[in-house]
T-cell receptor
Framework: EAGVTQFPSHSVIEKGQTVTLRCDPI?????LYWYRRVMGKEIKFLLH????????ESGMPNNRFLAERTGGTYSTLKVQPAELEDSGVYFC?????????????FGNGTRLTVT | KNEVEQSPQNLTAQEGEFITINCSYS?????LHWLQQHPGGGIVSLFM?????KKHGRLIATINIQEKHSSLHITASHPRDSAVYIC??????????WGAGTKLIIKP
């Protein structure tokens, strides 16, 4: 099966611009997660979708970040307007269900650089 | 103090050596993950465990729930094992709390 794919792999934008990251989970995976690693820090949870619904968005840093998963397939994460501290690597993961017999599958990440 | 602590932060070893990476956590968890991040950046899930021990090829992961400690072992290490190994713990909401990672370099 195809893995989790993320697009773009790299993005360089200026402060104040808008960027949209996309994640295509494995087909049939209802659960989709966004994480990010900002420079020098541990990876942090951002949010969790079950199908098209936001199950948990407690990790979203502020209202400049908007995540959607229309139709319960792919998800987008928009940053508007981007700030310097948003630079980092954004990872997406998916799983079939929330049980601990259903492992997470990760994408390769999107490296975002805000200048 | 981070809720998930990994040691060592960096580890360099010769090919063939037995490798141990440790993870201690201070929160209640439902499961612990060991993940591998290659220089290209992608993350691969190695193990997900909530008790006991799991083995896959040359990799072995153990967890002691009472002591809140897990170890990842690599037997007969190889240069292709060079990567960052990350421990992450999951709570009931399936959020993951991540360790800082252990950078492993295996020299031929």
């Amino acid at each position: 099966e195809a893995g989790v794919t993320q697009f773009p792999s790299h993005s360089v934008i200026e402060k104040g611009q808008t960027v949209t990251l996309r994640c295509d989970p494995i087909s049939g995976h209802d659960n989709l997660y966004w994480y990010r690693r900002v420079m020098g820090k541990e990876i942090k949870f951002l949010l969790h979708f079950v199908k098209e619904s936001k199950q948990d968005e407690s990790g979203m840093p502020n209202n400049r970040f908007l995540a959607e998963r229309t139709g319960g397939t792919y998800s987008t994460l928009k940053v508007q307007p981007a700030e310097l501290e948003d630079s980092g690597v954004y990872f997406c993961a998916s799983s079939r269900d929330r049980s601990y017999n259903s492992p997470l599958h990760f994408g390769n990440g999107t490296r975002l650089t805000v200048t | 103090k981070n809720e998930v602590e990994q040691s060592p932060q960096n580890l360099t070893a010769q090919e063939g050596e037995f490798i141990t990476i440790n993870c201690s956590y201070s929160v209640g968890i439902s499961a612990l993950h060991w993940l591998q991040q290659h220089p290209g950046g992608g993350i691969v899930s190695l193990f997900m465990l909530s008790s006991g021990k799991k083995k896959h090829g040359r990799l072995i992961a153990t967890i002691n729930i009472q002591e809140k400690h897990s170890s990842l072992h690599i037997t007969a290490s190889h240069p292709r094992d060079s990567a960052v190994y990350i421990c992450a713990v999951g709570d009931s909401n399936y959020q993951l709390i991540w360790g800082a990672g252990t950078k492993l370099i295996i020299k031929p």
